[in-house]
């Protein structure tokens, strides 16, 4: 509806209420000039994002970022918009080519809210589509809206970014790619050893040969032997180096690797460095280490999840870094157009929560993960366990499972069925001895980060959107398995297994 249909629908219903309802679009329209203004060409802390819980505007003195409401009838209001603009919801549109956004289901239309082209052209995944200007509209916006919310979460001089709609494990594998052009002897990936099958895998579906740096034990913790990534740097070669590839966010008692040490080691020897920072938005901890290796040090991109940090589903990842030029490359290397769903769902999630609820979900995190903490150790005393000691880990916890440990240890993988079973899900059960081979590599220790860590183990991690009541039930869950095992154990051996005296409050 524009001014000359209100006009002329004054002569069919009531002036005064065309009026009031003229009035109450103009109020949709305005939240959605006030983003489109605030998103221009050099975005830097302009980005407008709302809260959906209030009705008022305030600027932020840490940031300057405008905050006013946006509701969900909003927010279809501009996709609706925005869908209109692209070329296959023209009412008059002849297409006679191969690709014109046609789709068989008009229920899948409306999952995708008419953006079918998707985004960029076949030889960049950020260009602008002729035929899909809203597409492409969107594509912007998103990409301007996720560059703020990285400064906003502790990388504050973060210059450029671009949603990609692969996870983060084939993100990194086009970041290594890019690589490949600028360092052609580069065969090498120095890579501290996180048991996680995606990273690994993306080093080797670039064509390159991961060298594996065993962590070392300080206390309970595995961090990065600095020592041993230079040791290599050295015999290989730094001209035979693609890239060190360092991680943030990981399972305890792994903790986030040494950056600023690793982003000055690179430096020096002038190799790239690409940070795996898959659930690491979430924590200032993580975005901090970041930060801080781009500002004494070098840090070409770092790679994020979507789904992990911003609750949407599976399927996109953010490709970040310092230097503009880089990220454009990585960008152009992406063969072909793209889904836009991954950028539409995160772009949804983001006017919807604003900048005050994602900063509120950043603070529930850390809260729970004070509790959870408190929980699992509490719930570790009661069965003779303990809660090990990772404190540079901010997201992931570890409680020790040395009662349940035998032989083949059996009772320890069989707590992580009995978990599963029980609806519980994310908990990890790691037994001692565990061996991978993943993509030709032998992992001795496999999905403890070491060869030799001295502790089974049980992970539970405090990720952005848990809830109270998801701390209390797997507590309660957990500790019924527990007991169980307790008693098959006990019933097997013949003889009683010695109580602490907390074990009927354990759960409480």
């Avoid at 310092?322 to 769902?345: H, V």
Wanted: glycine content about 8%.
């Amino acid at each position: 509806m524009n001014s000359e249909n209100f006009s002329i629908s004054e002569k069919i219903v009531s002036p005064s209420y065309i009026r009031q309802g003229s009035q109450a679009r103009r109020s949709h329209e305005q939240l959605i000039r006030l983003l489109l203004e605030q998103v221009g060409p050099s975005p830097f802390l302009s980005f407008y994002l709302p809260t959906f819980e209030t009705h008022f505007y305030c600027i932020s003195q840490q940031f300057g970022l405008m905050i006013t409401s946006m509701i969900e009838s909003t927010i279809e209001l501009f996709l609706n918009e925005l869908a209109v603009m692209d070329s296959n919801n023209f009412l008059g549109n002849c297409g006679v080519g191969e690709r014109e956004g046609r789709v068989a289901s008009s229920l899948v239309a409306r999952r995708h809210y008419r953006l079918i082209h998707g985004i960029g052209r076949s030889g960049d995944i950020a260009a602008i589509q002729p035929k899909a200007t809203g597409s492409s509209l969107l594509n912007k916006l998103t990409n301007s809206v996720v560059l703020d919310i990285l400064k906003l979460s502790g990388v504050r001089s973060v210059t450029s970014c671009f949603v990609v709609p692969m996870a983060t494990g084939m993100s990194l594998t086009l970041c290594f790619l890019t690589l490949r052009h600028k360092r052609p002897k580069g065969r090498y990936i120095i890579w501290p050893r996180i048991d996680q099958k995606s990273c690994f895998k993306a080093m080797i579906t670039a064509g390159f040969e991961p060298v594996v740096v065993e962590n070392i034990l300080e206390g309970d913790e595995l961090r990065t032997d600095m020592e041993a990534v230079e040791r290599k740097v050295q015999e290989l070669g730094a001209e035979n180096i693609l890239c060190i590839h360092s991680t943030t966010s990981c399972f305890a008692p792994r903790v986030p690797d040494r950056l600023e040490e690793l982003a000055t080691m690179s430096a020096k020897y002038d190799i790239p460095h690409v940070v795996n920072n898959a659930y690491g938005v979430q924590s200032s901890k993580c975005m901090h280490l970041i930060q801080q290796g781009a500002r004494v040090g070098r840090i070409d991109a770092f790679v994020q999840s979507l789904d992990k940090n911003f609750m949407v589903p599976v399927g996109g990842a953010i490709i970040a870094g310092f230097n503009e030029s880089f990220i454009q490359e990585i960008s152009r290397m992406y063969p072909g157009r793209a889904s836009a769903s991954p950028s539409l769902d995160v772009l949804i999630t983001l006017l919807t929560l604003g900048a005050s609820g994602y900063r509120k979900l950043l603070a529930e995190q850390k809260e729970m993960y004070t509790y959870l903490a408190q929980e699992l150790k509490r719930l570790a005393a009661a069965h003779g366990e303990r809660l090990l000691h990772t404190p540079h880990n901010p997201i992931s916890l570890a409680m020790s499972l040395d009662g349940l440990q035998t032989q083949s240890g059996k009772s320890v993988t069989q707590l992580g069925s009995m978990l599963f079973t029980r609806q519980v899900s994310g908990a990890r059960v790691v037994a001692l001895g565990n061996k991978q081979m993943v993509s030709g590599h032998m992992f001795s220790g496999f999905m403890s980060h070491s060869e030799a860590y001295p502790h089974p183990y049980l992970n539970a991690a405090s990720a952005v959107g848990i809830t109270r009541d998801d701390v209390t039930l797997c507590i309660k869950r957990l500790d019924k398995c527990l007991k169980s095992l307790r008693k098959e154990s006990s019933a097997r051996s013949g003889s009683p297994i010695p109580l602490t005296g907390q074990e009927d409050h354990a759960g409480e």
